[in-house]
């Protein structure tokens, strides 16, 4: 099993609710394991200002899938979700980026793992620490504590704790019981 961190992301349609189904979606996977969440914060978007803020979380989880395979899963859960590629850095129904998978280092033409921009996010850095803590080294050796005091966009707020996003779902209770 690889421990590996999840970007979640959504601003359009309903944010929480897309969040909830991907979270409910990673837990009943048969290959992913371990699945913790960090809390929910609110930011400003990256790209253009002309759409609604994000709202934004990470996921902790293990699995013996192969990283592709692993990206294979969040990219049909964003379908699931009605996501549609668009403009870059444009709104979305729902966006799951493979941010680490362990301590790998993956160049395809597909993934770039650790995701591109990890160390100058707020929105990922905060929420990673919440589940890493702040000395967790990033891949090129930097604490989280020491990418957070580097970064440039820290209007983030905590919306809630990590269980608002773990919301009742038939089909999950039926596959827990």
């Not at 992913?32 to 996921?59: E, K």
Request: glycine share 8%; aromatic share 4%.
């Amino acid at each position: 099993m690889v421990r590996c961190h999840v970007g979640l992301g959504a601003n359009i349609g309903d944010p929480l609710g897309q969040l909830q189904q991907a979270v409910n979606a990673l837990r009943i996977h048969r290959d992913i394991a371990q699945l913790v969440l960090s809390h929910l914060y609110r930011s400003p978007p990256m790209g253009p200002s002309d759409q609604p803020d994000y709202l934004n979380a990470v996921a902790r989880l293990d699995t013996g899938l192969a990283p592709e395979a692993l990206l294979d899963i969040l990219q049909e859960i964003e379908h699931g979700a009605g996501r549609k590629r668009g403009r870059h850095w444009g709104p979305r129904t729902l966006d799951l980026d493979l941010l680490l998978y362990g301590n790998r280092h993956i160049d395809t033409p597909r993934l770039t793992v650790p995701h591109p921009g990890l160390d100058k996010r707020a929105f990922v850095l905060v929420p990673l620490r919440d589940l890493a803590g702040a000395d967790f080294l990033l891949p090129g050796g930097q604490t989280l504590a020491e990418a957070l005091a580097r970064c440039m966009d820290s209007r983030l707020q905590p919306v809630a704790d990590p269980e608002c996003l773990i919301a009742p779902n038939a089909e999950y209770q039926q596959r827990e019981q």
